[in-house]
């Protein structure tokens, strides 16, 4: 239920009881900001661009053997200047979401251009670094026009080229990550927020994976300073800022749970002498299910059940259980449970 709908709800409750005056009622509700949803129009504003850009895109391919040089090279800067245009037209006009999906579009075609200009002029050169100059400029895109599209898009084509260089350490994804969860901050975007999240953690997670020695510790640095992150966020989140910090705190506990995991798994693997390192897996994992039930975060009581559930076949692993054992236990708590829902929600109707 939206928070709107409950205090309407509680609203009649209270004026019924006579702790709050019913001509108060409509400036209580006044109040309530109510977060922006994805409309029919904005997502058929999205899809029509999308689609229109394939379309150019798939007309150009169509036709570009029997293109001269000179032609492919100004269709391609065409497509990129329209939609750049588009872009600061429609924001002009204070239609943020066709600003958006535009810019969006335009930092996908400069990416597309990239590998286009140098097939066209026979230049040659790294595809990882075509990658990275490609998310920079999708990040002045966005950072121009304020699209968190583009912002999604940058962090996408530097992590694809950054993984291709320093052997595999996703630095400048991290890098990115960071200021792309700066960026949603300031523009109040879950979107680029659940985006910078898993840049960081993806970015972090592979780093420490190449570093080939002391990984163990080096994650359970990593865990800390994910719980850390979590922290902050929740304080300013319960402080009443941005809801960003929400999505911040939900997905920086996931992290420190699933670094946490990989720091036992990095030292020694399975075994019955991992039983310590369950046992904290098994504890943050619960940890977590109370604090998300505590703060009715879905994300955070998500993350709990599924570490709670992995951290007991974890556990039937270290024991020894084989994995069809395993699966059978699993199944009959799984019965357990279903059944166990089922008869509660039959008493709460009754």
């Not at 977060?35 to 394939?54: C, H, N, S």
Request: with cysteine; charged share 15%; glycine share 10%.
């Amino acid at each position: 239920m939206a928070y709107r709908k409950r205090l309407e709800r509680d609203l009649d409750r209270w004026i019924a009881a006579g702790h709050v005056p019913a001509e108060r009622r409509a400036d209580m509700l006044a109040m309530i900001e109510e977060p922006k949803r994805l409309d029919a129009a904005t997502a058929l504003a999205w899809i029509g661009a999308v689609l229109l850009g394939v379309a150019i895109i798939s007309f150009i391919a169509a036709n570009w053997d029997g293109l001269p040089r000179l032609a492919r090279f100004i269709m391609v800067l065409a497509l990129f200047a329209a939609a750049v245009c588009g872009a600061a037209w429609t924001a002009h006009r204070n239609r943020p979401a066709a600003s958006n999906a535009l810019a969006t579009l335009a930092a996908l075609i400069f990416a597309a251009a990239v590998g286009l200009v140098g097939q066209i002029f026979d230049i040659a050169g790294r595809a990882s670094h075509a990658l990275i100059g490609s998310g920079v400029a999708a990040a002045l895109l966005a950072l121009a026009g304020r699209s968190t599209g583009a912002g999604l898009a940058a962090l996408l084509l530097i992590a694809l080229g950054d993984v291709q260089l320093f052997d595999g350490r996703m630095l400048i994804t991290l890098g990115a990550g960071l200021l792309a969860a700066l960026a949603a901050w300031s523009w109040r975007s879950a979107a680029l927020a659940h985006g910078a999240s898993i840049a960081i953690f993806i970015a972090g997670a592979w780093t420490i994976g190449r570093l080939h020695a002391g990984e163990a510790g080096w994650f359970l640095v990593a865990a800390a300073a994910a719980a850390g992150v979590a922290a902050l966020a929740r304080w300013r989140w319960k402080a009443g800022d941005t809801g960003v910090f929400a999505t911040f705190y939900g997905w920086f506990v996931w992290i420190a749970l699933a670094f946490l995991v990989a720091a036992g798994f990095a030292a020694s693997g399975t075994g019955p002498e991992m039983i310590p390192h369950r046992l904290a897996w098994l504890t943050a994992a619960g940890g977590a299910i109370t604090l998300g039930r505590n703060d009715r975060h879905a994300l955070i009581s998500t993350g709990g059940i599924v570490f709670l559930i992995a951290a007991v076949g974890a556990v039937l692993v270290d024991l020894g259980v084989d994995l069809l054992t395993a699966a059978a236990l699993f199944f009959a708590c799984a019965l357990a449970a279903l059944a166990g829902g089922l008869i509660l929600r039959q008493r709460a109707k009754s």
